[in-house]
């Protein structure tokens, strides 16, 4: 059995979110990874592993389970899979993420990533990844260079100074512009839910602007810009209008390439990133 590390849950923590109450275990952790944690099943209550968003009670035990080793886990192949910088500077790079990748690697889970990647591609750095993308969305990945980078971006995003915009194909026709401003239920489920009322903050709205509608195909290139957002807020927003990503699987139904490229593809593409002292772009792969 791999070794575990253990905490009572007292009563200063009860109806705390699993993700926050394992800080307890992991004090110098930041939210990022103590939910990767929960998710890759490395977080166990009284024995069973839970979500991050399960809701924790006084004298339950939590565990932190150790990772097995595993040679193969969180590595690139030699090509990297189409990883590249797009922008850098002493505290902040921009780096390409295709889709069909994981953003971050996590321990006990196998497979490439981006973050596995970082060493290679910043070998005189000790480089952190900053932000994620879902593993079929493709695009921007931000990676601090410095603990000083980390903290200015972390500073920025908290001051609603982040500007993150986004591409996607949706089915049906969109015209104008339109901002959803509805909160978003992300507790300890596959899909995140959207509820009937407003979220008071608006770094976790989605502003959409229709672009290009394809007549032919019925969809409507879309930008989408938000600030600090969410687990699967575009893709959520996106879908309660009415007009799902194209090959969303979890939202709309999924694809295939008509590029002639292998497995699923889904429209949506972080394009351009903006905060005080830096900016990047890069277009999607898909026209």
Not at 68 to 82: A, K, L, R, V
Request: proline fraction near 7%.
């Amino acid at each position: 059995m791999p070794r575990q590390d253990e905490y009572t849950i007292d009563q200063s923590l009860a109806g705390a979110r699993l993700d926050r109450a394992v800080a307890r275990l992991v004090p110098d952790s930041g939210l990022r990874l103590r939910r990767r944690l929960c998710e890759a099943g490395r977080v166990a209550v009284d024995g069973r592993a839970r979500g991050p968003g399960y809701k924790v009670r006084p004298g339950q035990i939590i565990a932190l389970l150790a990772s097995e080793s595993n040679n193969q886990e969180n590595t690139m192949p030699d090509d990297q899979s189409g990883i590249r910088v797009i922008e850098g500077t002493p505290m902040l790079a921009a780096v390409y993420k295709p889709g069909g990748l994981h953003s971050a690697s996590v321990a006990g889970k196998p497979g490439a990533s981006v973050e596995g990647a970082l060493s290679g591609l910043f070998p005189d750095a000790e480089p952190v990844l900053l932000n994620r993308l879902d593993f079929l969305t493709s695009g921007l990945l931000l990676v601090a260079m410095t603990p000083a980078g980390a903290e200015a971006y972390r500073a920025a995003e908290d001051a609603g100074g982040v500007r993150k915009f986004y591409l996607a194909q949706v089915h049906g026709r969109l015209d104008g512009m339109t901002t959803v401003r509805r909160r978003l239920d992300t507790d300890d489920r596959p899909t995140t839910r959207v509820l009937d009322e407003d979220d008071p903050d608006p770094r976790r709205w989605t502003d959409v602007t229709a672009m290009a509608h394809d007549h032919a195909a019925d969809t409507t290139l879309v930008r989408c810009l938000i600030m600090k957002g969410a687990r699967h807020q575009i893709r959520a927003h996106l879908a309660s209008l009415g007009h799902p990503i194209v090959g969303d699987p979890l939202y709309g139904e999924p694809v295939g390439d008509e590029s002639g490229a292998s497995g699923p593809v889904m429209f949506l593409h972080h394009q351009r990133v903006e905060l005080p002292g830096f900016e990047a772009q890069v277009e999607p792969p898909w026209s």
